[in-house]
Nanobody, 117 residues
Framework: VQLVESGGGLVQPGGSLRLSCAASGFIFSRYYMSWYRQAPGKERELVAR????????TYADFVKGRFTISRDNAKNTVYLQMNSLKPEDTAVYYCYAVATVAGSGWWGQGTQVTVSS
């Protein structure tokens, strides 16, 4: 199993980034996909989750209205569109795949997002 995130970088406050997570080694279309983040000195936290077919999404309150999760099952890829970025969004963002919401899954290696002027 591989989950490879990309798209992170340095962006100014108010800017946008689009993260991608390319998956392989499992039946992507059968798995919930999530984005988590971890800032220095803080615990890893859920940012957004999308159901296997993409019909249901869940967002943390701190990103509602700013971030959008989506997936392309034909490309085995999940995305996170991040708009109106704030300095407090600075973190390593991780992709996570799990068959059921309460189960144990797989993590990507993470991609750094830094929001700073």
């Amino acid at each position: 199993v591989q989950l490879v995130e990309s798209g992170g970088g340095l962006v100014q406050p108010g800017g946008s980034l689009r993260l991608s997570c390319a998956a392989s080694g499992f039946i992507f279309s059968r798995y919930y996909m999530s984005w988590y983040r971890q800032a220095p000195g803080k615990e890893r936290e859920l940012v957004a989750r999308i159901s296997s077919a993409g019909g249901r999404t869940t967002y943390a309150d701190f990103v509602k209205g700013r971030f959008t999760i989506s997936r392309d099952n034909a490309k085995n890829t999940v995305y996170l569109q991040m708009n109106s970025l704030k300095p407090e969004d600075t973190a390593v963002y991780y992709c996570y795949a799990v068959a059921t919401v309460a189960g144990s899954g797989w993590w990507g290696q993470g991609t750094q997002v830094t929001v700073s002027s």
